[in-house]
T-cell receptor, first 112, second 116 residues
Framework: GESVGLHLPTLSVQEGDNSIINCAYS??????FIWYKQESGKGPQFIID?????DKRQGQRVTVLLNKTVKHLSLQIAATQPGDSAVYFC???????????FGAGTTVTVRA | GAGVSQSPSNKVTEKGKDVELRCDPI?????LYWYRQSLGQGLEFLIY????????KSGLPSDRFSAERTGGSVSTLTIQRTQQEDSAVYLC??????????????FGPGTRLTVL
């Protein structure tokens, strides 16, 4: 079935470097995408979202890029900090739906 | 309250027993969602409530699962005759307005259910 997925389950990053977390989706009807961060023992926390009529959106230290041609979504974190260590999920929903479909997540570990 | 709260934070039960999980959404949020997160996996949608409308139960995995939302606020997810495969973290989320799909869903900390 169609689903949202992440390219790599783990990512190790040196503190201060930039992080890039990738996500591929297969449903061309998806037109709204969200990135969540989940720390151990906590629920997912909203980071940033993007609609399909955009290809880039920036927040504080984060940038989301959307390439609809290849159905690819990425989250870039600038100057990664120890507090960025967490599991990152991409999620999507369809134009006529409110349920979120989540990928399996990428675990980001920041090395001091 | 300041955020979505859930109770209990942890629940250990024996196979075959019934369990109830509680969710208190953010005050004023009309949409409420339940998701399940198995170990190392993403979130799986279970059920959605919006105001006084009939809930969307399409994600419930079996008829042992049910949920209700009283007074448009607190919700309870009930699992009857629990099985070991029900072991997971159960997450509740709420969103502000009419459940429009682009409303940000705010998640609670979850209830970790372990069925022995």
């Amino acid at each position: 079935g169609e689903s949202v997925g992440l390219h790599l389950p783990t990512l190790s990053v040196q503190e201060g470097d930039n992080s890039i977390i990738n996500c591929a989706y297969s449903n061309s009807a998806s037109d709204y995408f969200i990135w969540y961060k989940q720390e151990s023992g906590k629920g997912p926390q909203f980071i940033i979202d993007i609609r399909s009529n955009m290809d880039k959106r920036q927040g504080q230290r984060v940038t989301v890029l959307l390439n609809k041609t290849v159905k690819h979504l990425s989250l870039q974190i600038a100057a990664t900090q120890p507090g960025d260590s967490a599991v990152y999920f991409c999620a999507e929903n369809l134009s006529n739906d409110y349920k979120l479909s989540f990928g399996a997540g990428t675990t980001v570990t920041v090395r001091a | 309250g300041a955020g979505v709260s859930q109770s209990p934070s942890n629940k250990v039960t024996e196979k075959g027993k019934d369990v109830e999980l509680r969710c208190d959404p953010i005050s004023g949020h009309t949409a409420l969602y339940w998701y399940r997160q198995s170990l190392g996996q993403g979130l799986e949608f279970l059920i959605y409530f919006q105001g006084n409308s009939a809930p969307d139960k399409s994600g419930l995995p079996s008829d042992r699962f049910s949920a209700e939302r009283t007074g448009g606020s607190v919700s309870t997810l009930t699992i009857q005759r629990t099985q070991q495969e029900d072991s997971a973290v159960y997450l509740c989320a709420s969103s502000l307005t009419r459940g429009a799909r682009t409303d940000t869903q705010y998640f609670g900390p979850g209830t970790r259910l372990t069925v022995l």
